[in-house]
């Protein structure tokens, strides 16, 4: 992957990340929010909008990198990753050419 898509997917999902880390922490308190039934009396609320800002990194970042993937082109999709000398004997594209098998 090249650096310019991770400044595609890492970029955008950061800012995805930090506007719904404040729009959920505006309506949820984190001293009173549970993980399986348990209450996060241990953790600090740092340490929870900490979590909880990455957790909304990782879901944006999931969605980026889910879009670049499917904005691949036919060329990108179809390319043949061995080079013409060591494609198989019948592959229309090695360099003597001939039929399929």
Do not use: H
Request: hydrophobic share 45%; proline share 7%.
């Amino acid at each position: 992957m090249t650096a310019q898509r991770m400044i595609w997917i890492l970029w955008p999902s950061f800012v995805v990340a930090g506007i719904a880390e404040a729009v959920f922490f505006t309506l949820f308190d984190p001293s009173e929010l549970t993980l399986f039934g348990q209450p996060l009396d241990g953790a600090s609320r740092l340490a929870i909008y900490s979590v909880g800002f990455f957790v909304f990194w990782l879901f944006a970042a999931g969605s980026s990198a889910f879009t670049c993937f499917l904005q691949r082109t036919a060329s990108e999709i179809n390319r043949c990753p061995l080079p013409a000398s060591g494609r198989p004997e019948g592959c229309p594209k090695r360099e003597e050419g001939g039929e399929c098998s």
